[in-house]
């Protein structure tokens, strides 16, 4: 079985710009969510979603958001972005709910 | 004062030693997850549990519901040990379990 697939590993851009990533996850998973590691604040969650419904969301801006579609694959999305936006984002997928989260490698995203 | 705590920050041992790392909790879970990040980003789930104790080869993670304390234990380390571990929690309440509450991390280094 193939893992979780995050593209691009990296990327570079500019402030202002917006920013799409995506994340494919282990086939026959549905729930796939999102988190943001910085070196200040560590792993923080970001939103889950659910056969194509977002069903929870961390404490960040407007500016980011991301959907889902039918077969799974997710996408987030950063609008704006700041500086501060410079992380780690990394996508974890699960079968059901409640068991084991499966990452995916991330995209390191910095902010010039 | 974070809702997950992990200790130490930081852990040094010489190959082979037994090592411990901590990780208390102040809200209510329904799991527990033990993860492994090495340089370069990509996270690998080791332990996801919710009572009692689990093994994989040289790891050991267990976990007292009541005391809301986990600990990771890792005998006979080896240089290949050296990671970054951290604890994160499952919150208890209905809906989401994608919603993963994280600790700082354990900065782990084996010296051959």
């Known amino acids: 079985k193939a893992g979780v697939t995050q593209t691009p590993r990296y990327l570079i851009k500019t402030r202002g710009q917006q920013v799409t990533l995506s994340c494919s996850p282990i086939?026959?998973?549905?729930?796939v969510s999102w988190y943001q590691q910085t070196p200040g604040q560590g792993l923080q969650f970001l939103f889950e979603?659910?056969?194509?419904?977002?069903?929870n969301k961390g404490n960040f801006p407007g500016r980011f958001s991301g959907r889902q579609f039918s077969n799974s694959r997710s996408e987030m999305n950063v609008s704006t972005l700041e500086l501060g936006d410079s992380a780690l984002y990394l996508c974890?997928?699960?079968?059901?709910?409640?068991?084991?989260?499966?990452f995916g490698q991330g995209t390191r995203l910095t902010v010039v | 004062k974070n809702e997950v705590e992990q200790s130490p920050q930081n852990l040094t041992a010489q190959e082979g030693e037994f090592i411990t790392i901590n990780c208390s909790y102040s809200?209510?879970?329904?799991?527990l997850h033990w993860l492994q990040q090495h340089p370069g980003g990509g996270i690998v789930s080791l332990f996801m549990l919710s009572s009692g104790k689990k093994k994989h080869g040289r790891l050991i993670a267990t976990i007292n519901i009541q005391e809301k304390h986990s600990s990771l234990h890792i005998t006979a380390s080896h240089p290949r040990d050296s990671a970054v571990y951290i604890c994160?929690?499952?919150?208890?309440?209905?809906?989401?379990?994608?919603?993963?509450?994280f600790g700082k991390g354990t900065k782990l280094s084996v010296k051959p």
């Open positions: 979603y659910f056969s194509e419904t977002q069903r």
């Open positions: 994160a929690v499952q919150r208890n309440y209905g809906g989401s379990q994608g919603n993963l509450i």
């Open positions: 086939s026959g998973h549905r729930s």
């Open positions: 809200v209510g879970i329904s799991a």
């Open positions: 974890a997928s699960r079968g059901q709910t409640n068991t084991e989260a499966f």
